[in-house]
């Protein structure tokens, strides 16, 4: 399974992609800061939970942002190697950093190269995390096939995404409708699914209110797992977490509504 752009074309929307991330670091850092909504109640808990991290393991997270995971993972006894794209987001991310000397290495290191991955050291890691960011990434073959010569031969890879089917170009979140339930009337929220197996790269925007949208490239579960598979991985572990009743708030369509359908999935792999 390989990625659908050639080398020059892939280059070509990493290099825009960066430049678009390089210009509305700032703006992200400060909307998300240690952790929005998402990250807050179903991104980081989930991917806790399932990366199981123990004290001294040395921990991989890829496009790490502004560091909030890293910052995380540190906290809980991990050794951190945080990579980004840009180095505006890693300027930040030392910004906002407590953690004690040693315990978060920064680098810039592009995810859609290989090579670059590689060079941060063949069976290093215990573990590495990637939330929220391979929807953003052109290719993801070429990461996935690195973390399986970077990651120990008992490691694991825990990656979150915006959900395939129902968080998505082709998924449209209806507006709210109100059932009789034996003489009770319950509000109902859906998500309208459409083209799901083919959605071209689109762009948008990540937070409500962003001043530069962003390239997003779907890919449904058959070829987002498959990838994995492909690479050399197993998965063990899943997750689909939801907001609940009691984060219902905001807008009248914002996720933190939607209580019964994931916007998120979480997912662990293992080397076979």
Known sequence: ?????????????????????????????????????FQRVLVGPAAERLLAIRPEETVLDVACGNGVFSRRLAALGARVVATDFTARFLELAR???????????????????????????EGR????????????????????????????????????????????????RLTLEEDDVEGRLVETYSVRVSNYLAVPPVKGAGMPGES????YFHRPLCRLL??????????????????????????????????TIPPVLAVRLRRA
Not at 244 to 252: L, N, T
């Open 125 to 172: 890691f215990d573990a590495a995390v990637c939330n929220m960011a391979l929807q953003d990434m052109p290719a993801v073959e070429p990461l996935l096939g690195a973390l399986a010569r970077l990651l120990t031969p008992a490691g694991r890879f825990v990656f979150t995404v915006p959900h395939p089917a129902f968080n998505y170009p082709g998924g449209t």
């Open 226 to 259: 498959g990838a994995g598979f492909a690479a050399g991985f197993v998965m063990d572990g899943l997750e689909e977490p939801a907001f609940g009743a009691e984060d219902r708030a905001g807008r009248p369509l914002g996720w933190a509504n939607f209580t």
């Open 95 to 121: 910004a906002r950093s407590t953690a004690p000397a040693g315990r978060i290495e920064y680098r810039q290191v592009d995810a859609t190269d290989a090579a670059q991955l590689l060079a941060l050291g």
């Open 212 to 215: 530069a949208p962003h390239h």
């Open 1 to 37: 399974m390989g990625t659908e752009f050639g080398p020059e074309a892939l280059r070509a929307l990493v290099d825009e992609t960066r430049r678009i991330w390089d210009l509305k670091a700032p703006a992200w850092d400060v909307r998300m800061g240690e952790g929005n909504a």
